[in-house]
Nanobody, 121 residues
Framework: QVELAESGGGLVQAGGSLRLSCTPS????????MGWCRQAPGKEREFVAG????????EYADSVKDRFTISRDNAMNTVYLQMNSLKPEDTAVYYC??????????????WGQGTQVTVSA
C-alpha cells in the first residue's frame, strides 16, 4: 500500500507563498489522480485542488483559483501545490490524497498525515 508524506507547510505572512510537496512511497501513483484537501480549525475538510493522472485534468476550489497551482512529476512520483497570495483564511492542515481513478473525482483511497499552513494577517 502507498503512504503519503507531505512537506512544505509553515508560517507565512498574508500575501506570501508556500510550496507543498507530497511524496508517496510504497508504489507509483502515476496512474491515479492526486490532489490536496485542507481542514481549518472548527471546519469540515474541503477540497482544494486535484490533478488527473495525465496532468491535463485539473480542478480547483473557487476559493483558491488563480492563486494556487497543482502539478505533478511522475518521474519523481511527486505532486506539488504552489500557493501564492496566501490569505489568513487559507490557514489549515493540508492533506495530500490519492484518487481512486485516473480522473479527478470526489473519491480518494489514501490520505497523508497533513502539513500545517498558517497565514498571519
Amino acid at each position: 500500500q502507498v503512504e503519503l508524506a507531505e512537506s512544505g507547510g509553515g508560517l507565512v505572512q498574508a500575501g506570501g507563498s508556500l510550496r507543498l510537496s507530497c511524496t508517496p512511497s510504497g508504489r507509483t501513483v502515476s496512474r491515479s489522480a492526486m490532489g490536496w484537501c485542507r481542514q481549518a480549525p472548527g471546519k469540515e475538510r474541503e477540497f482544494v485542488a486535484g490533478i488527473s493522472a495525465s496532468g491535463y485534468g485539473i480542478e480547483y476550489a473557487d476559493s483558491v483559483k488563480d492563486r494556487f497551482t497543482i502539478s505533478r512529476d511522475n518521474a519523481m512520483n511527486t505532486v506539488y501545490l504552489q500557493m501564492n497570495s496566501l490569505k489568513p483564511e487559507d490557514t489549515a492542515v493540508y492533506y495530500c490524497v490519492v484518487g481512486t481513478y485516473a480522473f479527478v473525482s470526489p473519491n480518494y483511497d489514501v490520505w497523508g498525515q497533513g502539513t500545517q499552513v498558517t497565514v498571519s494577517a
